[in-house]
């Protein structure tokens, strides 16, 4: 592995690229970097979103073109606005310390004559979508014919998108000699067309298998009937309070009303496709940048290549049209190293469709259930605990603390637990106590892990374990770690739900005692693990409830460094990108949404400032209520 240095990049960008904080190239730039410095050569690259294809080919690029010239050298072609705008923002950054430098980026939906002018300024580089830049040059105001390099980003999906005519139009405007660089993350029969067509004898260079997804991606599937998807993707996202997702529909219909059935229904949600305006999308992707949306419902269009880290769940809500087009949505997640999940929800008809996508992907899916309600209640509840004792204590609250005490004097300890948890959790409670299952029987998992009946068998136990995602864990992580140390079978842990901060996971009822005793006092990393046995589906062998009390928690505070931002930053927070700042400027407000719950979070999300305006208002009030409401609501769509 080799560093930028050796890659052949000058000082400029080098120092640029130690501001960035990359600490080594990427696979596809290590292959491409070298190669387009070297000489003018045309290249076809596959990689998948999200390996940094845009240093590939801006580094090489900054480097080569004259920023003393005005004369524009450089042009880059992408599908959509928002990517345009991302790969200038990225080039800018990377050309910080190019003196003269002018990246210029073009698309439609905003004033053409500012673009121009922009232009007219000299823009060595600029980087456009295939309409505004066709419009463009048919109105003389830009000229290419000067381009020495032109990139094809996304190729696959400008062809996907209908561009092929007017690529071919933008591309008879510049010299032949030029090079040109095509960067795809799938290589179907229209881009080698392409390839053929407008570039000479192209290197190419292949990152991972074509079409391979990434491997920090799990892929899962829930059979439903096609009536309930909506609801199962309610549950989805309660089952997983920390969810910060992009859910995929099939048309720009179905992602609006689904977008408007989760925010109407009190999630922090928000839609992403070709029919908003321009301005409406840029909002809904800022939102959604700084986490002030947890849910952005997504056409394939609008959300490809978009650069957002740390989305931990993509969801399917439904498959594509086109099973290729499975990889790019998956690769939203998983992304910097992390882990993701990918959830797919099909109705019978489509579960074929699920065999040819594990052979594109070459990996295979976990078919699992949609959580039942308790299992909700159960998440809820615990997450809210662990926010709970994560919150730090605001020392304002002392002056307080001798009526409340008061109020209080003749409840004890648990009871009063109790109380605090039920203004949370009655209202999930109340939601889902009747609430059917919906997961649909299917023949095919009984091929799945080792041909496991998970249904409703009650020689299983559950179990809750105080470790999750933010430990390092994913569900095949966390299965080894368990059957390695229970000394277990290959089969005998199954349904691994991991979380944040938790996780659940099923035996048989056989060896319950055995886990039981062997997480008694046990320790992992310097902490106590506990396991005990879910409500859910132990309820015959319940009893431990002394959780609150556990030394794992105090253990907790200390240990639990790693990933702790997502933990400490519940929905409330998440709306700020910067919440350092928010809290010094207002810590009040800050402290306020910390302790509160997931629902009456994401419902002030839409309502921006009341939270914080309306800084007198009881929280207690103010759960309670919209506890009543949201659940109502909602239960009238099942
Ligand atoms: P792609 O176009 O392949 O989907 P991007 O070029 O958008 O990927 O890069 C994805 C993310 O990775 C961006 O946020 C980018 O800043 C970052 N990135 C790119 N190269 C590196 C690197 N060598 N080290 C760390 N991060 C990188
Ligand atoms: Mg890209």
């Not at 052949?8 to 190669?35: H, M, R």
């Not at 439903?224 to 909506?230: C, G, M, P, Q, W």
């Not at 998440?574 to 419902?603: K, V």
């Amino acid at each position: 592995m080799s560093t930028f240095q050796e890659l052949g990049l000058n000082e400029d960008l080098l120092n640029a690229i130690t501001d960035l904080g990359f600490e080594k190239p990427s696979e596809v730039q290590e292959k491409a970097i070298p190669l387009l410095l070297e000489e003018d050569k045309d290249l076809v690259a596959l990689a998948q979103t999200g390996t940094g294809k845009t240093a590939a080919f801006g580094f090489p690029m900054l480097q080569k073109i004259d920023i003393d010239s005005r004369t524009t050298q450089g042009l880059i072609l992408s599908p959509t606005r928002e990517l345009c705008l991302q790969i200038t923002n990225e080039l800018k950054q990377y050309g910080k310390y190019c003196k003269g430098l002018n990246v210029t980026a073009i698309y439609g939906g905003a004033s053409i004559t500012d673009q121009a002018r922009s232009v007219k300024r000299g823009a060595q580089i600029i980087v456009a979508t295939p309409g505004r830049m066709k419009d463009m040059i048919s109105r003389k105001l830009v000229d290419i014919s000067k381009i020495q390099y032109s990139v094809l980003d996304e190729a696959d999906e400008m062809l996907n998108m209908g561009f092929y005519e007017d690529i071919t139009d933008i591309l008879s405007h510049t010299p032949d000699d030029k090079s040109t660089w095509l960067f795809s993350a799938t290589m179907p029969k229209e881009v080698s067309t392409i390839a053929k067509k407008f570039m000479y004898d192209p290197t190419e260079i292949t990152v991972g298998n074509r079409n391979e997804s990434t491997n920090n991606v799990s892929h899962e599937y829930y059979l439903v009937n096609a009536r309930d998807r909506y609801q199962a993707l309610k549950r989805l996202s309660d089952a997983n309070p920390d969810i910060f997702s992009v859910i995929f529909c099939r048309t720009k219909r179905d992602t609006q009303k689904v977008a408007e059935n989760l925010i109407e229904d009190g999630y922090s949600a928000g839609a992403l496709h070709g029919d908003l305006s321009q301005n409406q999308r840029d909002i809904v992707m800022k939102s959604f940048r700084n986490k002030q949306i947890q849910m952005l419902v997504a056409t394939d269009v609008a959300a490809r290549g978009i650069d957002v880290d740390d989305i931990t769940h993509v969801i399917n809500y439904q498959l594509p049209d086109e099973i290729e087009t499975y990889t790019h949505r998956s690769g939203r997640t998983g992304r910097a190293g992390k882990s993701g999940i990918s959830m797919v929800i099909v109705s019978k008809s489509e579960t074929r469709k699920i065999k040819s996508i594990e052979r594109i992907i070459k990996k295979q899916f976990e078919q699992k259930e949609i959580p039942s309600g308790m299992e909700i209640c159960e998440v809820q509840l615990m997450s809210l605990a662990n926010k709970i004792h994560n919150t730090e204590a605001n020392d304002e609250i002392d002056k307080y603390i001798a009526s409340i005490n008061e109020l209080f004097v003749d409840t004890d300890k648990d009871e009063l637990i109790k109380k605090f948890f039920s203004v949370e959790f009655s209202r999930f409670f109340n939601y889902y106590q009747k609430s059917k299952d919906l997961t649909v029987s299917d023949s095919r998992g009984s091929d799945r892990d080792g041909g496991r009946d998970y249904g409703k068998s009650s020689n299983d136990t559950r179990y809750f374990i105080n470790v999750g995602r933010k430990d390092g864990f994913d569900w095949m992580k966390l299965k080894d770690f368990l059957k390695e140390q229970l000394e277990l079978g290959r089969d005998d842990v199954f349904k691994v739900d991991v979380k944040e901060s938790f996780s659940f996971f099923n035996t048989e009822n056989e060896i319950k005692e055995k886990v039981l005793a062997f997480f008694t006092d046990f320790k992992h990393e310097g902490r106590f693990v506990n396991v005990e046995v879910s409500e859910n589906r132990g309820r015959s062998g319940g009893g431990r409830r002394d959780r609150g009390r556990g030394r794992g928690r105090d253990d907790r505070r200390s240990g639990g460094g790693r990933n702790r931002r997502r933990d400490d930053k519940p929905r409330g927070d998440r709306r700020s990108s910067d919440r350092g700042e928010r809290r010094s400027s207002d810590s009040r407000g800050d402290r306020r949404s910390s302790g509160s719950g997931n629902r009456s979070d994401r419902r002030s999300n839409d309502r921006g400032e009341r939270r914080y305006d309306d800084s007198r208002n009881d929280r207690r009030s103010e759960s309670s209520s919209s506890g009543s409401d949201r659940p109502r609501r909602s239960r009238r769509r099942d």
